[in-house]
């Protein structure tokens, strides 16, 4: 699936030339997060990263668990048990068939937006990739989230529309 011309420029919220306006009313006209998902055959790890806005992933998390976030006050590990608790939830992945367990390496702050790091271990990816991706989907019913799967230098990408938060990659 390609994916839409203004989905790319939403993607242009997450670069260095994002307006200041936007950051500091804390309000975007797009809400959208981006999974990045990249095999690692030589060390048999799949390396995952999310990049979900900021004001909208603390709001998301303060439903979610009912206590005070801040994720730019710095990375603690309790920050940190809440962000696996939801990305776990939310980001599952199947390699051939078989889950995979998600293990949490940690996040840092990106402009406006943080990056979540995760990566699954003794993994090689034969055929397919599966992702089911509905974070933010509860929080605001138009978040769209985009999804790159990388293997074997082969890059596949979609876009999830909520409530659509289900896909599945081919490679052979």
Do not use: W
Not at 7 to 35: E, K, N
Not at 80 to 88: C, D, F, T, V
Not at 117 to 134: A, G, L, P, R, S
């Amino acid at each position: 699936m390609l994916i839409s011309p203004i989905l790319v420029l939403a993607l242009g919220l997450f670069s260095r030339s994002s307006s200041a306006d936007m950051a500091y009313t804390g309000r975007h006209p797009f809400y959208v997060s981006v999974t990045e998902i990249q095999d690692n055959s030589n060390e048999r790890i799949l390396e995952v990263t999310c990049k979900i806005f900021t004001d909208d992933f603390e709001k998301a998390l303060r439903k979610n668990y009912n206590v005070p976030i801040d994720l730019l006050a710095g990375n603690n590990s309790s920050m940190g048990k809440l962000i696996n608790g939801y990305i776990s939830a939310h980001l599952q992945i199947s390699v051939d068939d078989k889950p995979c367990l998600l293990q949490y390496i940690g996040y840092e702050k990106d402009e406006e937006a943080v990056d979540c790091y995760f990566q699954v271990n003794d993994i090689m990816v034969n055929k397919t990739v599966t992702i089911m991706n509905d974070i933010l989907f509860s929080y605001k019913p138009e978040q769209v989230n985009i999804v790159h799967v990388t293997v074997r230098g082969i890059r596949k990408s979609t876009q999830l529309v909520n409530p659509d938060s289900k896909v599945s990659f081919g490679f052979r």
